[in-house]
């Protein structure tokens, strides 16, 4: 039997330092989620992609928001993914050591 609620884990992702960073939300339950980004503490959604609920293997659930800044803004501005669930907040701020790089795999 599961938990009435599963508290989601946040990761930042990028393919290099040049791409889009995308904020990852998993392994929670129920659904419901927000996933938002800030610009030096104000809501930004320019260059704003949401991506679908996901459903994982578990009976959890991920979703993923991905934003597109240069590495001039980045570098000039504070960015954080912001991550509501269930009344708890989780906020990532983009900073270069938070950022997994992730290499996707070609099947072939």
């Known amino acids: 039997k ?3 609620i599963d508290i989601c884990s946040v ?3 990028q393919k290099s330092s040049s791409s889009p960073v995308t904020c990852q939300a998993t392994g929670f339950y129920p659904k419901e989620v927000t996933i ?3 610009k030096n503490g104000q809501d930004h959604d320019e260059d704003v992609d949401l991506g679908q609920l996901l459903p994982n293997e578990d009976g ?3 979703k993923t928001s991905t934003i597109t800044v ?3 803004e980045r570098k000039n501005n504070q960015y954080s993914c912001v991550v509501e669930h269930q009344g708890e907040t989780i906020r990532e701020i983009l900073t270069d ?3 997994r790089i992730h ?3 070609v099947m072939s």
């Open 103 to 105: 290499m996707l795999r």
């Open 60 to 62: 959890t659930f991920q």
């Open 36 to 38: 938002s980004w800030q």
């Open 70 to 72: 240069t590495p001039d």
């Open 11 to 13: 990761f930042l992702l």
């Open 2 to 4: 599961r938990a009435l």
């Open 97 to 99: 050591g938070k950022i």
